[in-house]
Nanobody
Framework: QVQLVESGGGLVQPGDSLRLSCGAS????????IGWFRQAPGGEREGIAC????????VYLDSAKGRFTVYRDNAQNTINLEMTNYTPEDPAVYYC???????????????WGPGTQVTVSS
């Protein structure tokens, strides 16, 4: 069972940048596509971006295009979600998941990290 751990969440101000990391072993990162999702209270889990060996880096969420990027840090064995120009619409619990291929649909992901909370200060 692939083990994923998110890190980097916290409190940010509108307009700030924040980097979230999803850690796994290098073998797992070579084998699985890693997707980033978020879930706001009362909402559904929505796909943000994904990094895979076939898809490389892809951003699905329209509101994230031009602001969020996803990439692999080989030195740290992480798939990072770099978020810029954070807005009050972005707060949620952010999750990373592992799948055989990238997809914006959480149903295809077979393993998940525990999530990391990102909130915005007023």
């Amino acid at each position: 069972q692939v083990q994923l751990v998110e890190s980097g969440g916290g409190l940010v101000q509108p307009g700030d940048s924040l980097r979230l990391s999803c850690g796994a072993s290098s073998i797992e990162l070579d084998y699985y596509a890693i997707g980033w999702f978020r879930q706001a209270p009362g909402g559904e889990r929505e796909g943000i971006a994904c990094f895979g060996s076939a898809e490389r880096d892809v951003v699905y969420l329209d509101s994230a295009k031009g602001r969020f990027t996803v990439y692999r840090d080989n030195a740290q064995n992480t798939i990072n979600l770099e978020m810029t120009n954070y807005t009050p619409e972005d707060p949620a619990v952010y999750y990373c998941g592992a799948a055989l291929r990238c997809s914006p649909r959480p149903v295809y992901f077979r393993a998940w990290g525990p999530g990391t909370q990102v909130t915005v200060s007023s």
